[in-house]
T-cell receptor
């Protein structure tokens, strides 16, 4: 979905480094999400934000932090990367609606930690 | 708690119908979704169904919902090689903003 842009698309780095993954959206959605995808485990929610001042931990937030700099931007940081954080990371957005809330995904960031 | 289960693999021949199944545990879900993930790409929303509906059809896609058994299925008619992908089912809840995803079903279409 070109309306949700993730940078970088690929990143290789070393254990202990600080990494930031960025997500920006032009959909005007209030809600943004970070997931990681591992083979056989599906998508697991790391953090989510319902608006600029509302940030919540997801299922697997340990080792990660986020920043919602503006309605359109939501970044994910790994303060000190470790090899088991090697995964495919997705950002998603959704509208503020208590009913139908489909999430719209970026194309992902493939992160490898050596 | 919420849980969404899918079988991990499905293999069909080109031209046949594919049926991908999903079960969920929480009866308070409001919408149920099907997403498609092609290799190297993000998740693409295919279709969704409101929880008070039984069926929804959209071209080659048919979604069936059995609320009593908490069972959701996605039927793809005349399956093509371009349908090869991982398919995720997901549910949402009126009281929350999150989606709960299954682990995905990898569909392989053989010529």
């Amino acid at each position: 979905d070109a309306d949700v842009t993730q940078t970088p698309r690929n990143r290789i780095t070393k254990t202990g480094k600080r990494i930031m993954l960025e997500c920006s959206q032009t959909k005007g959605h209030d809600r943004m999400y970070w997931y990681r995808q591992d083979p056989g485990l599906g998508l697991r929610l790391i953090y989510y934000s319902f608006d600029v001042k509302d940030i919540n931990k997801g299922e697997i937030s340990d080792g990660y932090s986020v920043s919602r700099q503006a309605q359109a931007k939501f970044s994910l940081s790994l303060e000190s990367a470790i090899p088991n954080q090697t995964a495919l990371y997705f950002c998603a957005t959704s509208a503020k609606d208590r009913g139908n809330q489909p999430q719209h995904f970026g194309d992902g960031t493939r992160l490898s930690i050596l | 708690g919420e849980d969404v289960e899918q079988s991990l693999f499905l293999s069909v021949r080109e031209g046949d119908s594919s049926v991908i199944n999903c079960t969920y545990t929480d009866s308070s879900s409001t919408y149920l979704y099907w997403y498609k993930q092609e290799p190297g790409a993000g998740l693409q929303l295919l279709t969704y169904i409101f929880s008070n509906m039984d069926m929804k059809q959209d071209q080659r896609l048919t979604v069936l919902l059995n609320k009593k058994d908490k069972h959701l299925s996605l039927r793809i008619a005349d399956t093509q090689t371009g349908d090869s992908a991982i398919y995720f089912c997901a549910e949402s809840f009126r009281s929350q903003g999150n989606l709960i995803f299954g682990k995905g079903t990898k569909l392989s279409v053989k010529p």
